[in-house]
Structures are given as structure tokens and as C-alpha cells.
């Protein structure tokens, strides 16, 4: 089998059906298949599925499991030469997904590759960046990374037009080669909603594995998807996860300097938006609502020691 499909979905029927309708009208050639983990959705997902998909591989959670091991429970029951990693809130394009697989055929040392990837309105999608150390990190919380040739961290002075190694590509879109993953394992199930790609990606360029972004159009990504139902707790487990990272593959002073420069990221934007609504700018209420509930749940994005890398 050519490619195994792989899509988590939390409560968004809607998106998946429709990302799902371009999965399959995209296959072309392709020998393929593909598997759809519901983690505990109760939005009329599952119904829906079994109705209008049944040539879907379902796998049904019966509670959230999160990304990695939501991903996890249909890569270890995929059959492909290669696998794929997809958000619901996505639609695929054209022949994207046979000139993938052929791209990944005739380069033999990658082991993961991102397609173009655009956003709704049709702009290009900055889908893959580098790692986000701890300089990057510092940039972003002082308003530095705003500037496109300083962004180094999500490379947004490239048009994204050429084929270019990568440290990070994006688990709304990737393309992993299945010898790379029994190599390198699945993802780590300690992470639960952020991080996970990124420290996935990571394990394979120590394993001497290529990632390359490739210009192959396209995947478009709404970033709407279960994400949207998380409100502030978003940030938190983003906090949680990008500490979780450093803490892991740099210790525990890293784990400590990446949780304080995000911890400084979240007040100073607190601050900011707050003074703001003071001088009654209405428009930032609300961003001052967020970021207050982002800073008072912080203790919450210390990550603890439980998990380890899935195999």
C-alpha cells in the first residue's frame, strides 16, 4: 500500500467530512487508505462517519486522547509505505497527495516531507520552521520576530517557492516514510496538544533523517479546527508543551529558561492588552481576558514526568 491517511478529529463533523471528500476525490492512483481516530467526539462525528465513509478506518476513544496518541492508535494499525498526518480542518487539492508519495519514492534518505500548504484566503502557509530554541523564543516575547528577516523561527522571508531542508514541518500536513518511523518510534504520548511534531521531527534529524518542505501545491489548513474550543487553554498547552520539549532534550535548566521566558511572554501580553482597556480601547478587552486567564492557569503548564516516547 502506497499511503496511509492518518486523522485525529475532536467534535468537528464538519470539517472532516469535508476534508474527507477531498481526501478521497485526491487519491488518484494511489493505493491508499485511510484512518480516522474520534477521541470521544460528541457531535454526531462518528454517525456521520459510519454513514457517509464507510470505506474509513475508524478507530473509536473512549475519551480524549490528545494528538500524539490519537495519531498514535491508527499508526500502529497503518499498512502504507508511507503515512500522513492531517487535520480535519484541511482540503486537499489536486494530484498533491500521488506527486507527494512519488517525491518521497525518489529521495530515499527523507524522512519526512511537508507539501505547500495555503491559507484560506489562498496565501501561502508558513508550514514549517525551525526548532523553537530558546533564542527564538526570547525574539518572540519581545515583538522581535514581527519583523520577516528576523523571524528565523518560522522563516517568514521565504516565499516558500523552493524545495528547503527543515527542522520542523507541520503535523496538519506531513508525510513521514514508515522506515523512518520504525526507526525512530511514534510520538511521544506525553504530549498532549502541542509539541508533539516538533519533538517527532526532532527524533528523526537525530536519526540522520532529511525533513524538506517541497512546493508541491496544496493542502489548504483553516487553523480552526478542535483547537478552537480550547479558549486560553490553548496557550496553556502550548506553554506546557514547548516546555515540555526544552525540559526534554535539554534538561532541566532548559525546561526552566523556556517556561520563563513563555511565562514573561503570556504577562507582558497581559499587561499590555489590560493598559489598553484601561485607556478604553474596547477592541482589547477581550485579548486582555485571555491573556489574564492564560496567567493565572501558568502553574498549570509546568509539565510533569509522566510518558515517554510511544513505540
Known sequence: MDLSIVIVNWNTEGLLRDCLHTVLAGLGPLEAEVLVVDNASTDGSVPMLRAEFPGVRLFESARNLGFAAGNNVALREARGRHVMLLNTDTLVHGDVLPKAVAWLDAHPRVGVMGPKVLNTGGTVQPSCSAFPSLKFLSMQTLGLTRIARLDGYRMTGWDRSSERRVDVISGAAMIIRRAAMEEVGLLDEAFFFYGEETDWCHR??????????????????FGNGSAARLDHRRDVLMTEGTTRLHRKHGGLAAGLACYGILSLHNISRAGFWSALRLMGRKSAAARARHFRSVVADLRQAWPGVAGGTAR
Do not use: E, N, Q, S
Not at 204 to 221: M, N
Open 204 to 221: 528523526f534529524a537525530r536519526a540522520g533523517w532529511a525533513l524538506v518542505y517541497v512546493p508541491i501545491p496544496a493542502i489548504t489548513h
